[in-house]
């Protein structure tokens, strides 16, 4: 009996172990937070602008107008551990706005806090099916996808033959529709490999605290922001 | 205790579907050929509307007949076949999709929906709205069109993104002009 009993008092120390796993996700070790760069917050679409509708004609005179553009802010959580015990709990900063047009396109904009870089942010961009993800300041692109799965791709390779080349610059300024914007994202992909479909954009232009001002389809249909 | 267990038993069988035989399944009848005319596409063939502002747009029509069944959950009246024809008018750019259905229900009821995206043009009783009134003749790209109706978007879900307000349509054509909400159109191409 008293061999049971010690058997038993050795194993109390599972007892508070248990607890924390118990715990789950409501608890860990440590907690931190990733907050977007005060001045990455200038790349949002300006609160002035947020609801109002806005329209994109292309180059054979048909206009696109995109409306519910809404913006959220919100933190996703993230959770890291050891032995099935959450040691560390990150909340991610994240905005987002989207808009849909009456023929259906949808263009989303996310801006995220990095995990990894303190100087810098992501950005995803999304249009006509197309994502790219790329950091703000380094425009490093962090992610491509599309229609199909597991497509390679590359940022480096300009003479690529075997992948989508996918490459992001920023313009001081791009004037469209007798409009000039400053500091605009241009996000422009090659593809030798013949992935993306006739109605996918291979050109996009977001303009600093703007949004989405101008994109380009494979097959060469032009689409530009129009201001009233 | 058992009269409280008893109780909401009974309630449940007496509140509850009424017992009935499996009914049988009526069939109202495939879609006449005066139905069909209504809507005058032809399966895989190409129809064209043009732009206000020039662009020719190619649309390709799709035109399937399938069942439907009506469901009755205590068996206690008959279940319906019935049937749905539906026509889509799709075009690559830029991206339009238009629905034509026409469903018969039995004898003597038919509807006819019109849809495009966000945008629908309400469930029209056949046999009254295209019998019991008289349409206008409409002049549209120089070009004169008898027995023209005029449909107007029922759709108030989402103002904003809707994309088209109202519509022309005669039977002999189909759609013969489209009014989108930002003013502009597409029209039959003569």
């Not at chain 2, 050929?33 to 747009?57: A, E, R, T």
Request: glycine share 6%; charged share 15%; aromatic share 14%.
């Amino acid at each position: 009996m008293a061999k049971i009993m010690r058997y038993i008092l050795r194993l109390l120390w599972l007892v508070p172990l248990l607890g924390l796993v118990a715990c789950g996700d409501d608890f860990a070790l440590s907690t931190k937070y990733y907050y977007v760069k005060p001045e990455n917050k200038a790349w949002l679409v300006n609160d002035s602008l947020v609801g109002v509708p806005y329209a994109m004609v292309d180059n054979n005179g048909i206009t696109y107008n995109f409306t519910g553009v809404r913006t959220s802010h919100d933190f996703s959580e993230g959770m890291s551990g050891f032995l099935f015990i959450p040691t560390r709990k990150s909340y991610r900063e994240n905005y987002y706005s989207t808009s849909v047009s009456n023929y259906g396109t949808s263009f989303s904009m996310y801006l995220y806090a990095s995990y990894t870089n303190n100087n810098d942010d992501d950005i995803h961009l999304y249009l006509t099916g197309i994502s790219i993800h790329c950091t703000l300041k380094s425009r490093e692109v962090t992610y491509f996808g599309c229609d199909e799965n597991n497509v390679e791709w590359t940022q480096t390779e300009e003479n690529t033959t075997t992948k989508v080349l996918v490459n992001v610059d920023k313009l001081n300024s791009l004037t469209v529709q007798n409009q000039t914007y400053n500091e605009v994202l241009h996000c422009y992909l090659k593809d030798p490999i013949g992935v993306i479909k006739p109605n996918q954009c291979t050109d996009l232009y977001y303009a600093k605290g703007i949004g989405l001002i101008k994109y380009t389809l494979k097959n060469s249909i032009v689409f530009e922001r129009v201001t009233n | 205790m058992k009269k409280i267990l008893i109780l909401p038993i009974m309630a449940t069988i007496l509140c509850g579907c009424p017992i009935c035989k499996p009914t049988e399944v009526i069939d109202v009848g495939p879609i006449p050929d005066s139905l069909y005319s209504i809507v005058p596409y032809q399966n895989d063939s190409v129809y064209q509307l043009v732009h206000s502002n020039g662009y020719v747009v190619d649309f390709i029509a799709k035109r399937s007949t399938e069942q439907s069944f009506s469901w009755n959950e205590c068996g206690c009246s008959p279940n319906y076949t019935y049937y749905r024809n539906i026509t889509s008018l799709v075009s690559d750019y830029p991206p339009i999709n238009i629905q034509l259905s026409i469903e018969k229900y039995d004898s003597i009821h038919s509807v006819f929906t019109m849809a495009a995206q966000n945008s629908g043009f309400g469930y029209l009783p056949v046999d009254t709205f295209f019998t019991a009134s008289n349409g206008d003749s409409m002049l549209i790209n120089n070009r004169y069109y008898k027995d023209v109706f005029v449909l107007r978007n029922d759709n108030t879900y989402n103002a904003s993104i809707l994309f088209a307000d109202s519509l022309y349509y005669n039977k002999q054509h189909g759609l013969l002009k489209l009014f989108m909400h930002n003013g502009e159109n597409y029209a039959i191409y003569p």
